[in-house]
């Protein structure tokens, strides 16, 4: 019986994360089938942040039928500098990570695997061709990707103040290396470069958290916040 709670509890998870309709009939046969009742459940998994906003749930979709039927895609797509470029790839799997929708494909352009973000990619088409050749195994392809990371990890020391601390350490999962009387802690984190999720929290916090080093985000860091203030000035 606790097996069949942990499935059960799986499942729900997965439904709240992206619509497919296979994966809710399962649930419903379970829960038909089975001696299942909400009040003897204990844990509970949402993954209903997943579904981003715009046209992500839709392209999910489609690229799982896609991936389904072997059929090559097409897209515009725009990189972390702005870059749009045309892409026609031969989509392999979707994946979950870092608060985004990955897709991993062939691209036949770069004639590699790439990983596409979902929320940075227009124009999607299904198209009515098909994969010809063989990828091996995916699960082990694309975990292969993700560990052989290239992207520019900037390394940063913030002073945080101690009303800060739970909404820092959430964020910015650092690691605390110094920590004074009155509260306030030094951490140590990184961002990657042109992910500027970290640069959006850092200039969130105000001036609760302050940035030692590097110069490079210091300075980023003052460019903006110039700009923000001549935006406002009257």
Known sequence: MEDYFFIITALKGMCSAYDNKKINLTLEKLLTAGHYKDEEQKVFID???????????????????AIHKKSIVEFDYTDSTGQISHRRVEPLALNYRWY??????????????????????????????SINCEHGNVPELLEKKWSNDTRRYIPMKLLCKAEVRVPVME??????????ENGDF?????GIENERIWFSMLLGFGDSVKVLEPQEV?????????????????
Not at 171 to 180: A, R
């Open 47 to 65: 993954f209903g942040v997943v579904r981003e906003g715009g046209n992500i749930p839709e392209f999910v979709r489609e690229i799982e039928e």
């Open 100 to 129: 985004a929708w990955y897709l991993l494909a062939y691209c036949t352009e770069k004639n590699d695997y790439r990983f596409f973000k979902l929320n940075r990619i227009t124009y999607l088409n299904v198209t009515n061709k």
């Open 171 to 180: 964020y910015m999962k650092g690691k605390v290396v110094e920590e004074y």
């Open 186 to 190: 030094i951490i140590e984190t990184r």
């Open 218 to 234: 210091i300075d980023m860091l003052k460019e903006k916040a110039l700009q923000i203030q001549n935006l406002y000035r009257d």
